[in-house]
């Protein structure tokens, strides 16, 4: 029988603590044999990753994942982790995972699955570690030493990396955490992140979900079906497998937990999709790339109403690898701008960054806790039917464009504590 607990971790973001959703094991199976844990990723197959595989694996993509330290170690891992490209300056502690979450997404993103270990969607990728401090679970130097989550990103931004993954959430509005998410857009990375995992009726997103220039990813059960521990709001862009997973819940790394659930784990996964489709279309620019994931999702409502729980869809980027002939539009146009743009801002599309035209390098070595993972049939709103996502061969959006910055936005008090006006929910 599945039971869950929800852990009050705490990340922090700028100069202010707040609550970040991180997933964790609700039970363990010492005695589970290595099939088994590729077994319980139930995606694999409707995804076709097998065929998928034979146009694209995700090779010369780098994947940024800002989280709590990424093992380099285990065996899914060896050879995929560039730990020499972590910038100095942010370097402190991005191999040594305090929490097992960090590792996990990892190797949902990029791990080979060596040794029965978790089979990445994307294990040709390459993964570029940063560790994050969630406050009460480092050493008081530890936490001052690791790098905010929006030095990690600006870091980012002036590397060739090309994707950021970030399972880690707040409801607080940092516009230091803003500015770099903006700077890291410009360069035209694509930026993920997790919803949150505190139920649709929540009313909101997470930050750095909420923020522009980010893609929102919710959870998918195994029967399609929208998680219940999704959080709903404006920005939800995708929705990704998220419920009755394999992972690490702590830093042994000596076993897997069983039956994990969160939208981090969707935002790994998402983040591996966007991987398989970059690294088969190297030129294309991170809107093309966006453009692609929210084109071919798996949805039942017409692509231009996105729903308040789903988003455009479901990720399906075998439907952009096996079509050859498939057009990805305009390179410098953002397939999100409507919900990017905010007062005062404008888009910057007549003349492409100089990274945009930057090919990605092959790696140096070779080849949000929620509640149980029960989800209830309840669409969004009437005439939406965000309650079964996808189809069964169910596989974003970033939007990443070059903006010149306006007005700030605006900012209530809540609580005692500052906070932006959360994203609200879609209307349908």
Same mark, same amino acid.
């Given at each position: ?39 319980? /990723? &139930? ?9 998928? &595989? ?25 050879? /995929? ?42 294990? !040709? ?22 790098? $905010? ?36 857009? $410009? ?8 919803? !949150? ?21 919710? =959870?998918?059960?195994?029967? $399609? ?5 999704? /959080? ?29 659930? !969160? ?14 489709? &970059? ?39 075998? =439907? ?48 949000? /806790? ?31 464009? &070059? ?13 005692? !504590? ?11």
């Amino acid at each position: 029988m599945k039971s869950a607990t929800r852990r009050g971790l705490r990340v922090r973001v700028g100069g202010a603590v707040a609550s970040a959703l991180i997933a964790v094991g609700v039970s363990f199976a010492p005695g589970a044999t290595a099939a088994d844990v590729q077994s319980e /990723q &139930w995606y694999l197959g409707p995804m076709q990753a097998e065929k998928m &595989w034979k146009t694209s694996t995700g090779e010369g993509i780098k994947v940024a994942v800002i989280d709590t330290g990424v093992n380099p170690n285990t065996p899914s891992l060896k050879g /995929q982790v560039l730990a020499d490209e972590v910038p100095k300056q942010v370097a402190y502690g991005a191999t040594d995972d305090y929490q097992g979450h960090g590792t996990t997404m990892a190797e949902l993103i990029a791990g080979t699955g060596e040794d029965g270990g978790i089979q990445g969607l994307a294990p !040709g990728a390459k993964i570029v570690p940063f560790r994050v401090p969630l406050a009460g679970m480092l050493s008081a130097k530890d936490e001052k030493l690791a790098p $905010s989550p929006e030095e990690a990103i600006k870091a980012v931004a002036d590397s060739d990396v090309r994707i950021i993954s970030m399972s880690i959430g707040s409801p607080a509005y940092e516009p230091e955490f803003e500015a770099a998410v903006k700077y890291a857009a $410009s360069k035209g990375k694509i930026l993920i992140a997790s919803v !949150g995992n505190e139920g649709r009726d929540a009313g909101y997103i997470e930050y750095p979900a909420a923020y522009p220039y980010v893609l929102g990813v919710s =959870s998918i059960d195994q029967r $399609s079906h929208i998680s219940d521990f999704g /959080q709903s709001g404006n920005y939800v862009d995708l929705v990704a497998p998220g419920e009755d997973l394999p992972g690490y819940c702590d830093r042994d790394f000596s076993k897997y937990c069983h039956n994990l659930v !969160g939208t981090s784990l969707s935002t790994a996964i998402t983040s591996a999709a966007a991987a398989l489709i &970059w690294s088969a279309h190297p030129d294309w620019t991170a809107n093309q790339v966006t453009r692609a994931l929210i084109d071919t999702a798996g949805r039942k409502w017409p692509k231009d109403e996105p729903t308040s729980t789903a988003g455009y869809g479901t990720i399906r980027p075998r =439907s952009v690898l096996a079509d050859p002939n498939y057009d990805a539009g305009e390179p410098y146009s953002d397939p999100l701008r409507k919900e990017n743009m905010q007062e005062g801002e404008k888009l910057v599309t007549e003349i492409p960054p100089a990274s945009a035209s930057a090919k990605p390098s092959a790696g140096a070595t070779g080849p949000s /806790q929620s509640a149980a993972g029960s989800s209830k049939d309840k669409p969004a709103a009437a005439g939406s039917d965000d309650a079964k996502a996808v189809a069964a061969d169910s596989s974003g959006d970033s939007s990443t464009l &070059w903006i010149v910055l306006g007005a700030a936005a605006a900012v209530v008090v809540i609580g005692g !504590g500052a906070f932006a006006v959360l994203r609200a929910k879609r209307a349908h």
